[in-house]
Structures are given as C-alpha cells and as structure tokens.
C-alpha cells in the first residue's frame, strides 16, 4: 500500500539550477537568458527549415497543420478589451485567447516560413493587447486566466523579440503589472482557499506563466520562483504533488479520479513548464529520477484504453479542508486527444534515450498535432498552444525503443519516492478546476541556444536519469571540453 505523507512535512530542496551534464543549455547558469528560449530556439528553427526543405514528411504535416488554422492566416485582426472576464457574468475571454492563439501562430510562420506579412500580423495582435488591457476579471476561474493566456502570450511576443515594429516593452509592462500579480496571488493565497482545493492545473498554469514572464523579461527571480515551485511547491501543481504516488514505472496523476481531459490537460502543461525551463538550462525532465515521465505514462496508458492501478486519493477542499476522497480512477473523457505528447515524447524518447511506450503510442496517435482551433471550439481546445509534431520533432540522440505498451504493472504503489496527502491535504477546484466548495473572488541578451546531447549515464548503462562526475567528464572529453560540468542529484531523499 502506499504511503500517506503530509505535504506539510515533506521537504524538498528549492534549488534552481539542477542541470543534467551537458544536456540542457548553461545560459540561465551563466547569469544569461537564452533568446528565443521558451518552448523554441533558434536551433529549432534551423532544424524544422531543413527538415521541410528536404521535404520530410512528418515535418510536412506538421507544417500542413499550422497553414491551414485559421487562426494563422495573416488577414487575422485583433479585437483587443480593455477588461477580459472569465468566470461569472459578462465572459468575454475568447475575444483574448483567440487573438493570442492568431498571433502565436503567425509568429510560427513568420518564423518558419519567413513571411513578413505574417510576422506583422502577430505584431499588431500583441501590440494592440499590450496597448489596450488593463484587468482581468471574473469569479475564481480568473486565475486560470492569468495563468493559461499569461503564458501563451508570453511565447508570442518571445518570439517577435527584436522584430520591426513590436513593442517588448509594453508586453514585458502587460504581463508585469497584469498577469503576474494575479499569477503570484494565486500561488501565495490560492484564492482564500485550502492549499489543496485546486486541482493540479490550476498551480501548473500558473508556474508556466510565471516562468514564461520571467524569461521574456530576463528577470531570474521570477524564473527561479517558478522552478522552485514546480521542485516543492505546497500545491498540487509542484510535481512531488501533482505525481504524489508511485506504481512501479508509473505515477498516478493528480487529477485521475476526476476525469481525463483535465489529467491530460496537466500533463501538457507540465510538458510546457519542462521544456522552457531545459532551454534556460534547467532540467524539470529529470527531477526525482524522471517522475514526470512516470505520471505521463500513466495518464498516456489509461487514455490509451489500457488499465493502470489506482490508489485511494484523499485530500482537503474548500476554506477548512473538508474531506475528500476517490477510490476509483475516473473513466470520464477517457482517450481524449489533445496537443501535448510530441514534447514530451521528444524530450525523452529522442533527446535523452529513455523508454516511454505509452506515451510514445499516444504521441502517434495523435500525430500531426494541430493547435488551437483544431480541438473543439471551447476554451479546453485553446488549452495547449500546439503543433508539437512541427516544433518538437528530432533525430534521436540516443537509440531507444519504443515499445508497445504491453501488460499494467503491479498495482501496489511503491513506497520508495511516494508522496501523498493525508485526509484533509490534495484536490479540488472551481467549474473547470473542482469541487463547488471552491471559493469565488473578486531587454534580451545574447542568444544562447542549446544542442541535443546524449547523457553519459544512458552511454554508460547507468540507467536514466543516473549521471556521474565521472561519466560526465568522459562524455566532455569525448567532446573536447564542450559540455558545461554540473552535478545533479538523481534522487535525494534529504531534500
């Protein structure tokens, strides 16, 4: 049986720099922010234009994807508010999410495909934002806001940095005086609420924005506050939390006894948070011996149509944590299909060598990724910002299998690595984060960009995530001093 452990009690360290050696870029180490350097870099630019000239065709649906959203066509005009609700009376938040979605994927095509009519448009989308809105409103849903468009806006005006004609300045002040302060509310008061009311999205979203605003405006603090959140954050978001317990190879999400559009809807996220901190040189991928890969594969296995094993969950809701428990894994909106494996896929199956069959099976499934607009009209389909088989998509830097997922394992969680909370300490929410017990409420520097490096631990037979001074050394001997030595803990149960 697994263990129950208060999160209160738990301890981890809040260091925020636990690089892989060599694997992940040194610039946010070196005092330097990498410029594009959220969810893409240059490098990947480079790699995705010499893939569609040579006509690679997993490229090629990628790319056929992206031209034909609507929301990336270059006659899309903004239609920016001063006031954005979400939540309660008056929503008007599709008006903000559909014009930050137009402009994150002309900013693609610009970039990609060099079309200056598309690069203008993306500007003017994030320019007349910047310049027109003041408030974002609503009951607690707000905060999803914030959290969701706040980071998704920050990729966009990321990646029209330097572009003729676009205002960093008055992005940077948007997301400063806006966006952060709602995203730094949530994350200190959760809404008034108990700190385990909110299900894991509601913090993921948050600690996206919050690092994305952080690397658009180079400011550390922020960047730091989000990795250190994201290692042993007291919400169900920081990852101990949002895997809290462990089935041999898998880890059982968060948010798994209450439906799966929310647990895949999380895994994206955290997919998201992973990869813009491993391209400032932070290794989130990799914490706790991969424990994110655990819980994908088990969100992957499930929504697969395969079973898993399920612990009981229990955890406190509302103003004075009430008791809640589920006993069984939730079967709602099992197999849904969003935009978010190819990321996650990528990381770990190409860049790092490390086996992930369920969530290899699911990223075919869904491959070519479309984005926002190609799932659904609602909100959920605006959730990811997409097109991962274009973006994501790399030679692997180590040879590794994907194997077919084959028979659950032991449904005994380990006790080894596990977290839980006891009664009275994990889920909940408001209309699309929870319970109804939730309560209601009011300049770059030098571009850095990073190559993919296989670990010397995988080299070596260490095993993933295993990595050594010495297997280091021999892998930047190998490469003639090139790789940037850093120990990073495989899994240390003082911290």
Known sequence: MPVSVSRRSVVLGGAAALVGLGAAPAAAAAGA????????????????????????????????????????????????????IRG??????????????????????WRIGGDTANGDTARDILN??????????????RFLAAGIYGYQFANAAELMRGYDGFDLAAAQALLRTVFYPMNDDFLVRHNTACITNYWANWDLCTIASIMAIGILCDDQALVTRAVDYARSGAGNGSIPHAVPILHDSLGQWQESGRDQGHSVMGVGLLGAVCE???????????????????????????????????APYSWGTGQRCAPRQQTVISASARGQ???????????????????????????????????????GPASGGYDQLGFGTLLFT????????????????????????????????SPGGAVEAGPTEAPTGSSGSAAVDPPDLALAGQQSG??????????????????????LLRLRNRRNPAE
Do not use: C
């Open 276 to 310: 813009m901190a491993w391209n400032q040189g932070v290794d989130l991928y990799g914490y706790d011996d991969n424990r994110f890969l655990k819980g994908a594969e088990y969100v992957a296995r499930y929504n697969l149509g395969l079973d898993v094993p399920f």
């Open 337 to 375: 299909l969003r935009p978010v494996w190819e990321v996650i896929f990528n990381h770990y199956v190409r860049r790092r060598g490390v086996p992930a069959p369920n969530v290899s099976a699911m990223a075919t499934r869904v491959r070519a990724e479309g984005g926002g607009g190609d799932y």
């Open 128 to 141: 007349a934002w910047s310049r027109t809105l003041t408030v974002v409103a609503g009951d607690a849903d």
């Open 33 to 84: 922010f990498a410029h594009p350097g959220m969810l893409h870099t240059s490098a990947d630019f480079a790699r995705i234009k010499k893939d569609l000239a040579a006509a690679d065709p997993v490229a090629t649906s990628g790319w056929q994807r992206l031209t034909a959203n609507g929301r990336s066509h270059s006659t899309w005009r903004p239609r920016p508010l001063a006031t954005v």
């Open 394 to 425: 790399r030679a692997a830097a180590v040879a590794a299998a994907a194997r077919t997922p084959s028979a659950p394992p032991s449904t005994a969680a380990s006790r080894s690595g596990s977290v839980r909370a006891s009664a009275g300490a």
């Open 462 to 483: 260490l095993g993933a995530g295993v990595e050594t001074i010495a297997g280091g050394a021999a892998v930047a001997a190998a490469l003639g001093g090139a790789l």
């Open 88 to 109: 309660g009376t008056g929503q008007n938040y599709s008006q903000f999410y559909l014009d930050v979605h137009a402009a994150y994927q002309n900013a693609l095509r």
